[in-house]
């Protein structure tokens, strides 16, 4: 059963960095100043949330590792040693977020020292978010695809599995990962 602890940690350590990624889109009209608005107000957003992440994540970093030195039970060290694993990746996630552009970003800024007029910015902003919408929908599609053949293999795992914990394990993950596919189809 610590084992299976060790997976549902794992397994809920690390999904809202998966959910963000490609989160960026804007969905108002294809109006130059209103973008504009949408960007500073999202590199904002970007700034506050990486901070948040930097800061939690360091705590917990720092946490974990003097718990893992502190503790003298097995289990209790790997908890501790996951924990600051996770506090680690938050650290990094967060100052990809203060520190570093997205896409939305990038092309802002291209367009924006341009010496287009604001009818062709508006013109291009348009056909950029055409194909933006449609590669989000691609991406969207993909995570459903990537949940179901998790939760497709953990269900079959679950199948052939003869210890009882470790199958326990197997239907959590695999009930958990059909949730999620079924969420991102919507």
């Known amino acids: ?11 809920f350590a690390t999904p ?4 963000r990624e490609g989160d960026s889109s ?3 009209p294809a109006q130059w100043t209103e973008f504009r608005e949408y960007v500073v107000q999202q590199q904002e957003e970007n700034e506050r949330v990486g901070l948040g992440y930097m800061i939690s994540g360091a705590v917990a970093a720092v946490g974990g590792g003097i718990g893992y030195y502190q503790s003298e039970e097995v289990f209790s060290r790997t908890i501790f040693a996951i924990t600051s694993n996770v506090g680690l990746i938050a650290v990094g996630w967060g100052a990809t977020q203060y520190w ?7 092309f802002f800024y291209a ?32 995570r459903v695809a990537t949940h ?25 993950l695999g009930g958990a ?7 991102y189809s919507f």
């Open 1 to 11: 059963m610590k084992n299976g602890l060790c997976l549902l940690i794992l397994v």
């Open 100 to 106: 570093t552009s997205n896409e939305l970003d990038t």
């Open 26 to 28: 804007y969905g108002g």
């Open 177 to 183: 990962n059909t949730l999620l596919a079924i969420s």
């Open 16 to 19: 809202s960095l998966w959910a």
């Open 148 to 172: 179901a053949l998790i939760a497709v293999a953990n269900l079959y795992s679950a199948s052939q599995e003869q210890n009882s914990e470790i199958r326990s394990v197997f239907y959590f």
């Open 111 to 142: 367009i924006e020292g341009s010496s287009l007029s604001a009818a062709e910015k508006n013109e291009v902003l348009q056909r950029y978010l055409y194909k933006e919408r449609k590669e989000n929908e691609r991406r969207r599609w993909i």
